[in-house]
């Protein structure tokens, strides 16, 4: 009998093995990494890694390859953030992000009675941003590239004539959007034809465009033929730009938001971007808890967070815009007494009402459709680059004669202090509309350190929720102690203090701690979350070696050697 009940106690023992689920380890790899939004721009940085480019080389070739492979969001239409960390420690950042055009006005989106017209901002021409990117990739070149830009470039001209194969992610996001394109451009682009899985889109039009920027440089793109089609296209359809704006247009280098939380360093994006200042702000107002007691994605872990994330957005919505016009106070935002004041309200036993929190007291004067790709080098180089549309295909505007959608970013803006977003973001006067202005971005390329070392390389699409997800990625590894593939599989949740809710992943918490978390005030929505966030990020492991955490929500690949 004893010899029967043993066998049973091993039977379960053995049982209860095979059906705990192991974490799953992404791509691992010695020397040099890639991830990023399609298989085809990872591989195309990769290579240039191995052909002996440094990171910005890669991150070059990576960039305009995803122009080509992911027109949701890769782009030559719209523009986007860098963060890099140097072998030697040295960090920077160059912003590329879009600019209004010289005859944008305050109220260019409101109506006689004062009220916004949200389309106007969202779809067709006059939802167009001066473009950065090109101008952000030669930046980049000028300052650190070691390979010649046509080398970096031909691979994305070659992708686009040979064609890139359809994933069944991508025929059902063209197929969700192609009614919207359809109205703002016809029935007669190459985007109104129907694709399904594993057709092949040839880019015949972008390969010339890009042709063109091979051979002359930023001026292919700013001046010349491919400027006047731009304008031209932008100008029949109702919209703004001039020649003067695109001739005008710079990237700008800048210093990076750099805090500490813990024995960690954290690097990431300054204003015009909200993530560096709203994902330090989050982190130092949860820094004196032991979150790593907490279990991972427990009640008191969620309760935390949410409560640091909606004093945070209340804050970010009404002081972040453009530092170029507005006086940002980062220091104060992000010192400890100021925060520590934010979180006194804060308690376990139940939910602040966000009607009962706004911004903080500071005496001053005065995007869900993204894409992110992270690189470290065989050098100990690393970049961290989100980029953007803003929304799904941009404007849906799209070029037929160049082959690229535009972007939609002037809804970034504040068309009006107080009125939502697309994003559901409520802005106030520091983001709101004026000619060469830089419109807030949630983007949050970050680079993580300990001990100073390079530990982390983080980042992501989402809209308002892209700081939350980079927020959760670091917290998963650093105090949950997780891989980086398993951290970015975790399930995620969103606040943003307006509108007053907690955003869930549908499907990834259990019902007790959803009931439980009502039970204290919070409101919870599963229905408008299916995906928060699409990371993608690197690991340094403490072998040396490094470890990619590609995000299975998208189509997100590592390639590395």
């Given at each position: 009998?004893?010899?029967?009940?043993?066998?049973?106690?091993?039977?379960?023992?053995?049982?209860?093995?095979?059906?705990?689920?192991?974490?799953?380890?992404?791509?691992?790899?010695?020397?040099?990494?890639?991830?990023?939004?399609?298989?085809?721009?990872?591989?195309?940085?990769?290579?240039?890694?191995?052909?002996?480019?440094?990171?910005?080389?890669?991150?070059?070739?990576?960039?305009?390859?995803?122009?080509?492979?992911?027109?949701?969001?890769?782009?030559?239409?719209?523009?986007?953030?860098?963060?890099?960390?140097?072998?030697?420690?040295?960090?920077?950042?160059?912003?590329?992000?879009?600019?209004?055009?010289?005859?944008?006005?305050?109220?260019?989106?409101?109506?006689?009675?004062?009220?916004?017209?949200?389309?106007?901002?969202?779809?067709?021409?006059?939802?167009?941003?001066?473009?950065?990117?090109?101008?952000?990739?030669?930046?980049?070149?000028?300052?650190?590239?070691?390979?010649?830009?046509?080398?970096?470039?031909?691979?994305?001209?070659?992708?686009?004539?040979?064609?890139?194969?359809?994933?069944?992610?991508?025929?059902?996001?063209?197929?969700?959007?192609?009614?919207?394109?359809?109205?703002?451009?016809?029935?007669?682009?190459?985007?109104?034809?129907?694709?399904?899985?594993?057709?092949?889109?040839?880019?015949?039009?972008?390969?010339?465009?890009?042709?063109?920027?091979?051979?002359?440089?930023?001026?292919?793109?700013?001046?010349?033929?491919?400027?006047?089609?731009?304008?031209?296209?932008?100008?029949?359809?109702?919209?703004?730009?001039?020649?003067?704006?695109?001739?005008?247009?710079?990237?700008?280098?800048?210093?990076?938001?750099?805090?500490?939380?813990?024995?960690?360093?954290?690097?990431?994006?300054?204003?015009?971007?909200?993530?560096?200042?709203?994902?330090?702000?989050?982190?130092?107002?949860?820094?004196?808890?032991?979150?790593?007691?907490?279990?991972?994605n427990s009640v008191k872990a969620i309760q935390l967070i949410t409560e640091a994330e909606r004093r945070a957005y209340a804050d970010r919505n009404y002081f972040l815009g453009d530092p170029d016009?507005?006086?940002?106070?980062?220091?104060?935002?992000?010192?400890?007494?100021?925060?520590?004041?934010?979180?006194?309200?804060?308690?376990?036993?139940?939910?602040?009402?966000?009607?009962?929190?706004?911004?903080?007291?500071?005496?001053?004067?005065?995007?869900?459709?993204?894409?992110?790709?992270?690189?470290?080098?065989?050098?100990?180089?690393?970049?961290?680059?989100?980029?953007?549309?803003?929304?799904?295909?941009?404007?849906?505007?799209?070029?037929?004669?160049?082959?690229?959608?535009?972007?939609?970013?002037?809804?970034?803006?504040?068309?009006?202090?107080?009125?939502?977003?697309?994003?559901?973001?409520?802005?106030?006067?520091?983001?709101?509309?004026?000619?060469?202005?830089?419109?807030?971005?949630?983007?949050?390329?970050?680079?993580?350190?300990?001990?100073?070392?390079?530990?982390?390389?983080?980042?992501?699409?989402?809209?308002?929720?892209?700081?939350?997800?980079?927020?959760?990625?670091?917290?998963?590894?650093?105090?949950?102690?997780?891989?980086?593939?398993?951290?970015?599989?975790?399930?995620?949740?969103?606040?943003?203090?307006?509108?007053?809710?907690?955003?869930?992943?549908?499907?990834?918490?259990?019902?007790?701690?959803?009931?439980?978390?009502?039970?204290?005030?919070?409101?919870?929505?599963?229905?408008?979350?299916?995906?928060?966030?699409?990371?993608?990020?690197?690991?340094?492991?403490?072998?040396?070696?490094?470890?990619?955490?590609?995000?299975?929500?998208?189509?997100?690949?590592?390639?590395?050697?």
């Amino acid at each position: 009998m004893k010899k029967i009940y043993l066998l049973f106690l091993l039977s379960l023992i053995i049982l209860s093995c095979k059906t705990t689920k192991e974490a799953e380890i992404g791509l691992v790899k010695d020397n040099a990494l890639v991830v990023s939004a399609r298989v085809e721009a990872s591989k195309i940085g990769a290579d240039i890694l191995q052909q002996g480019g440094n990171a910005f080389d890669a991150m070059i070739a990576t960039k305009f390859a995803l122009a080509v492979s992911f027109p949701f969001a890769g782009n030559l239409g719209g523009g986007g953030f860098l963060v890099y960390r140097m072998n030697d420690g040295t960090t920077g950042t160059l912003d590329f992000r879009e600019k209004a055009p010289l005859a944008a006005t305050k109220n260019m989106y409101l109506d006689s009675m004062g009220e916004v017209l949200p389309e106007k901002s969202r779809v067709g021409a006059l939802a167009v941003g001066v473009p950065g990117s090109v101008a952000g990739l030669f930046a980049i070149h000028e300052k650190f590239g070691s390979m010649p830009m046509e080398k970096l470039i031909q691979p994305a001209i070659d992708l686009a004539k040979h064609g890139v194969v359809v994933t069944e992610k991508q025929a059902r996001r063209i197929k969700s959007y192609q009614d919207l394109i359809i109205e703002v451009n016809g029935d007669s682009i190459l985007f109104s034809n129907t694709f399904e899985k594993n057709d092949t889109i040839k880019y015949k039009a972008l390969a010339k465009t890009l042709e063109a920027i091979k051979e002359r440089g930023k001026d292919g793109f700013y001046k010349g033929e491919v400027a006047q089609k731009i304008v031209d296209i932008i100008q029949k359809n109702g919209g703004l730009i001039t020649l003067e704006d695109l001739e005008k247009y710079e990237a700008v280098w800048r210093d990076p938001i750099v805090f500490d939380y813990k024995d960690l360093k954290v690097i990431s994006m300054a204003p015009p971007s909200s993530g560096g200042v709203t994902l330090a702000q989050i982190m130092k107002m949860i820094e004196p808890y032991n979150l790593a007691e907490f279990k991972h994605n427990s009640v008191k872990a969620i309760q935390l967070i949410t409560e640091a994330e909606r004093r945070a957005y209340a804050d970010r919505n009404y002081f972040l815009g453009d530092p170029d016009f507005s006086q940002i106070p980062e220091n104060v935002l992000i010192s400890s007494d100021y925060l520590n004041e934010r979180m006194s309200s804060f308690s376990f036993d139940q939910a602040t009402p966000s009607s009962e929190v706004s911004h903080g007291e500071v005496e001053i004067v005065e995007s869900d459709q993204t894409t992110h790709f992270s690189i470290v080098d065989q050098f100990g180089n690393a970049v961290s680059v989100t980029t953007t549309l803003n929304g799904a295909y941009g404007s849906k505007l799209f070029s037929e004669e160049l082959g690229f959608f535009f972007n939609n970013e002037m809804d970034d803006f504040s068309a009006k202090p107080g009125i939502p977003n697309m994003f559901g973001l409520t802005g106030a006067e520091a983001n709101s509309i004026a000619p060469e202005k830089r419109m807030l971005s949630s983007m949050t390329p970050t680079i993580v350190e300990k001990n100073g070392k390079l530990l982390m390389v983080v980042g992501t699409p989402g809209g308002a929720t892209i700081i939350t997800s980079v927020l959760q990625t670091i917290l998963n590894v650093y105090e949950f102690d997780m891989g980086m593939q398993e951290a970015v599989n975790q399930p995620r949740f969103h606040h943003q203090w307006l509108p007053d809710e907690i955003r869930i992943e549908p499907n990834g918490f259990d019902m007790e701690t959803i009931s439980t978390l009502k039970n204290l005030g919070y409101e919870i929505n599963e229905s408008n979350s299916r995906i928060i966030g699409i990371v993608d990020a690197i690991l340094m492991l403490p072998d040396g070696k490094m470890e990619a955490g590609a995000d299975k929500r998208g189509d997100d690949t590592a390639v590395g050697f």
